[in-house]
C-alpha cells in the first residue's frame, strides 16, 4: 500500500505538498508550463522564461540545484526580483551534500529573501533541523522517512552555539 502521508512541514506542520516540477520537453526546453497555480520550474528555465513567468496570473516556484549562482535570480543591482516567484526549493541530491546550505544562508543573508525557502531532495530525519538553522522554513521528507519524526526534529535542540537565520515572522 503507497504512503499517501504528507511529507512536506510547512510553518511548522505537516501538509499536503500542492506543488509539482515541471520538465521541459526535449525539443523545447526553454518553454515554460501553463499559467496554472503549483508549478516549480528549473532555475534554467526560469532564467529563459523570466519575463513571461513574471507577467503571468500564478507565480511558480523556482527549483535551484546545488551548483547554481545565485546571480541567476538577482537584477543587474545584485538585488533579488522575486515578482512571480511563489517559493525557491534548493535540491540535496545528497545528504552530505552541503552546498544547499550556503545557499540558503545567502538567499536570506546577502538578498534578503523573505519568501518560502524549501529543501528538497536527500532531506531527511537527521538533516532538517540544520537546514531550518540556515533560513528554510519548509521541507519536503524524502519517502522512506517518518515525516513526523522530521517534524520533531525542528525541536531537537533547545541551546544553540552558534548563529542562525532568523525565520522570518
Do not use: C
Amino acid at each position: 500500500m503507497p504512503d499517501t502521508a504528507p511529507h512536506l512541514i510547512r510553518d511548522g506542520r505537516l501538509q499536503a505538498d500542492d506543488w509539482r516540477v515541471y520538465t521541459p520537453a526535449e525539443d523545447a526546453p526553454d518553454a515554460p508550463p501553463a499559467d496554472e497555480p503549483g508549478w516549480i520550474v528549473p532555475l534554467a528555465t526560469w532564467k529563459a522564461a523570466a519575463a513571461t513567468l513574471r507577467a503571468r496570473r500564478h507565480p511558480v516556484g523556482v527549483l535551484v540545484p546545488p551548483n547554481a549562482d545565485l546571480a541567476d535570480l538577482a537584477g543587474p543591482d545584485d538585488t533579488l526580483e522575486t515578482t512571480g516567484i511563489a517559493l525557491i526549493a534548493i535540491d540535496f541530491p545528497a545528504y552530505t551534500d552541503g552546498r544547499g546550505y550556503s545557499l540558503a544562508q545567502l538567499l536570506r543573508n546577502r538578498y534578503g529573501y523573505q519568501g518560502e525557502l524549501r529543501a528538497v531532495g536527500d532531506v531527511m530525519i537527521d538533516t532538517i533541523h540544520y537546514q531550518a538553522r540556515v533560513g528554510f522554513d519548509s521541507f519536503l521528507v524524502k519517502p522512506g522517512h517518518d515525516p513526523q519524526q522530521a517534524l520533531t526534529a525542528l525541536r531537537s535542540f533547545s541551546v544553540h552555539y552558534q548563529k542562525a537565520y532568523l525565520v522570518p515572522a
